[in-house]
């Protein structure tokens, strides 16, 4: 079974299985194909996260986030006067971190793969060379007007997702062919993407743009295995990944403070549920801005904000009548430290290993920057990081000390695959993209799935909620709450954002405990689509 938020994708995934390849060999033949079929996230030049568990159980997470060129340093968004250029960490050449997506996938087939590693980028090159019919949900991507805009600043990128001038309809075909050509020199070998043919042309594209991605970045990137946070909610268990990725240790965090709370009695997204919950999450991502950061950079006290005596400290200040203010809410004191536009896809194999995947070009699209000659567009994933302590990201984020800029350091991420099992046995694996709403969206799908005891495509489609600290808002979806629930929110002290807007993009795999069928649900936010046979 895949799941992903493509139909080609997912088609390709489930044939690499029929074919006797096992979840790996499909996340990585999706992963490619997601690069050509799904570019606003699906990528080379960006990175992510891959937590595997094999057949007999054990579990590790690939970490192929993007670094930090050698060049970067602390202010580098900053003017003379400390103040942040606007949109000098999203758009163009000075944006871009340098990628781990192909090295993540080489790594992972080396270690996990069973068939050749030629015949998993196949289908991806073909699409590339050959064209695909544009979906209906690709073409609505490539129409945003800001994609558009920063597009037309990059001829390359403009050049490559026109067509007469506007960007391409639903049923044109779109053919790649400078990416196929990339995807043909990695399929005789994956390195040469950072230090063959294709790191030559990034780089020279690069350098005649003042950007700051050097020869000696791309030689040295490395994937590195994680070993993933396991917790218990419930009884069930939660594995999921660790620092560089926020993800975890809030959703861990979150799920603690939640578990004295008898959900389900109060009712699904009435107001004292909804209530609860966000008061949950605006104590999670108060902590994840101070203290979150890369671990082989900063210290981050992950096993004090796992702990359950923390999350008990910190649910107590929770007032059931009254929301909290953010101003006055702040981070937490967890006990001492120990030493130190996304997309996801969910594949289950014949004997049962599951590949959960999280990657990105951070905003859709990257930078808008293309390579020249690649077709590789490239990531701006060095927004992630703290340009400035206080001053919000792109998604709104204030972050900290602990996730400012270094050489070679990984942005602090929000990407949260995570596995629940039973008895030891995998029960579903859920991801999503999001930005900062991944979290939440994690969480919602667990509780729906496990307090309110809805099936895995229920749990997905169901309207989410989101709240992270600052600013100080609710961010719900269309249709979400009814006028009385919003009413009783409100006059707790709750104040919604303006409009309604999607919050992430969910895709799960799950195991029936009754019969063992292996079920998949994709979202219908963006058009995803689960294949299995
Ligand atoms: O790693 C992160 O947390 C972000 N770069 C993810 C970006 C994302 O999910 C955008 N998708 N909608």
Same mark, same amino acid.
């Given at each position: 079974m895949v799941a992903s938020v493509d139909a080609i994708a997912s088609r390709i995934g489930a044939d690499v299985m029929k074919r006797g390849g096992n979840a790996v060999d499909a996340a990585v033949a999706v992963a490619l194909t997601l690069a050509v079929t799904w570019p606003e996230a699906g990528n080379l030049g960006g990175g992510g996260f891959m937590l595997v568990r094999k057949a007999d159980g054990t579990t590790e997470a690939i970490d192929y986030r993007e670094i930090a060129p050698l060049s970067a340093s602390r202010n580098m968004y900053l003017d003379a006067e400390g103040n942040v250029i606007k949109d000098a960490s999203l758009v163009g050449y000075k944006a871009i971190a340098v990628p781990g997506t192909v090295a993540g996938l080489a790594f992972a087939h080396k270690r996990y793969g069973k068939l050749p590693w030629p015949d998993l980028v196949e289908p991806a090159r073909k699409l590339a060379a050959e064209g695909f019919i544009v979906s209906q949900y690709l073409a609505r991507s490539l129409a945003v007007k800001q994609t558009v805009e920063r597009m037309q600043r990059f001829p390359e990128s403009w050049r490559i997702f026109q067509r007469s001038g506007k960007p391409y309809q639903a049923g044109d075909i779109l053919v790649q062919p400078e990416l196929a050509a990339v995807l043909k020199r990695i399929q005789s070998d994956p390195s040469d993407f950072y230090r063959g043919e294709t790191a030559r042309r990034i780089i020279a594209d690069v350098q005649a743009h003042s950007g700051t991605l050097t020869a000696e970045d791309l030689a040295r990137y490395q994937p590195t295995v994680r070993t993933p946070l396991r917790s218990m909610y419930r009884g069930y268990e939660i594995v999921t990944m660790p620092p560089p990725s926020s993800g975890g240790v809030a959703l861990i965090e979150m799920l603690n403070m939640l578990e004295p709370y008898d959900l389900q009695a109060m009712g699904w997204h009435s107001s004292q549920e909804v209530h609860t919950v966000v008061e949950v999450m605006r104590r999670a991502y108060a902590d994840r801005a101070k203290y979150l950061g890369d671990t082989d950079f900063t210290r981050v006290p992950v096993v004090g904000l796992t702990s359950r005596a923390y999350a008990e400290q910190r649910r107590r200040e929770i007032d059931p009548m009254r929301a909290s203010d953010s101003k006055t809410v702040g981070a937490g004191e967890p006990l001492g430290y120990e030493s130190p536009q996304t997309t996801h896809f969910t594949i289950i194999d014949p004997d049962g290993a599951v590949v959960s995947n999280t990657y990105t070009l951070n905003e859709s699209y990257g930078s808008a920057v293309t390579a020249a000659g690649t077709g590789v567009l490239l990531n701006d994933e060095m927004d992630d990081f703290t340009s400035k302590p206080g001053v919000p990201n792109t998604y709104g984020l204030i972050q900290g000390e602990a996730n400012a800029i270094a050489p070679r350091k990984k942005p602090l991420s929000s990407m949260t695959p995570t596995l629940v099992l039973k008895d030891g046995k995998l029960w579903f694996a859920v991801g999503s993209p999001g930005g900062s709403m991944i979290i939440n969206t994690v969480l919602e799908v667990i509780l729906n799935v496990v307090d309110f005891g809805m099936n895995i495509q229920q749990a997905i489609d169901a309207a989410r909620f989101h709240h992270q600290w600052l600013p100080d808002k609710i961010n719900w979806e269309p249709f979400e709450f009814s006028r009385d629930t919003s009413d009783a929110l409100e006059k707790m002290g709750h104040v919604f954002a303006e409009k309604p807007s999607d919050i992430g993009d969910a895709h799960a795999v799950m195991v /029936?405990?009754? /019969?063992r069928a292996r079920l998949g649900a994709s979202d219908p936010r963006r058009g995803g689509v689960a294949v299995g046979w």
């Open positions: /029936d405990p009754k /019969d």
